[in-house]
T-cell receptor, first 111, second 114 residues
């Protein structure tokens, strides 16, 4: 079992609210990622980090922001949630080239 | 054209069948090829990986890469109901610099019926 945790698992929230999705890993990995996954669609990379104070936008444009102040923590924030943000968000970490460990995901619904 | 194409299925087979899952890709820079398995309501987990071309076997699972055709496959022998999951192929270029990003296929939903 991978030591990467996401909270909350499920979130239903109203339009315009600010939300933060938490992701923590205890493996000491320097690389961390946020993916967005919709049913029947690919995992799309929205943010990644190769270390503390290093963050980059991924291939899919996203209105969310991330921070990496500590190695083990990589939260994702939406300042003003909209229904178009409804999706599953997956956090992952890795030490190398290919073995990314994923969290259980946060299923976000914006009403 | 998408970088990675994968038939989403769904694929339904009887227990004991041989399953073949496939992906094609267009980026010739990809060198690492992976298969992830995702059970319902869980995050993906790495099943197998291959570097460059060739075959790799792990128990009932065999991964094949044909770089000349830009085609990768995952074979599951003697499939079991516990193999029922979504299988995602993923690829990445050589390591170094900013090249630690994985590009995923859509995933193929597999159901193995007892």
């Amino acid at each position: 079992e991978a030591d990467i945790y996401q909270t909350p698992r499920y979130l239903v929230i109203g339009t315009g609210k600010k939300i933060t999705l938490e992701c923590s890993q205890t493996m000491g990995h320097d690389k961390m990622y946020w993916y967005q996954q919709d049913p029947g669609m690919e995992l799309h990379l929205i943010h990644y980090s190769y270390g503390v104070n290093s963050t980059e936008k991924g291939d899919l444009s996203s209105e969310s922001t991330v921070s990496r102040i500590r190695t083990e923590h990589f939260p994702l924030t939406l300042e003003s949630a909209r229904p178009s943000h409804t999706s599953q968000y997956l956090c992952a970490s890795s030490a190398g080239q290919f073995e990314a460990f994923f969290g259980q995901g946060t299923r976000l619904t914006v009403v | 054209q998408k970088e990675v194409e994968q038939d989403p299925g769904p694929l339904s087979v009887p227990e004991g069948a041989i399953v073949s899952l496939n992906c094609t890709y267009s980026n010739s820079a990809f060198q690492y090829f992976m298969w992830y398995r995702q059970y319902s309501r869980k995050g993906p987990e790495l099943l197998m990986y291959t570097y460059s071309s060739g075959n790799k076997e792990d128990g009932r699972f065999t991964a094949q890469v044909d770089k000349s055709s830009k085609y990768i496959s995952l074979f599951i022998r003697d499939s079991q109901p516990s193999d029922s999951a979504t299988y995602l192929c993923a690829m990445s270029p050589p390591s170094g610099g900013s090249n630690y990003k994985l590009t995923f296929g859509k995933g193929t939903l597999l159901t193995v019926n007892p």
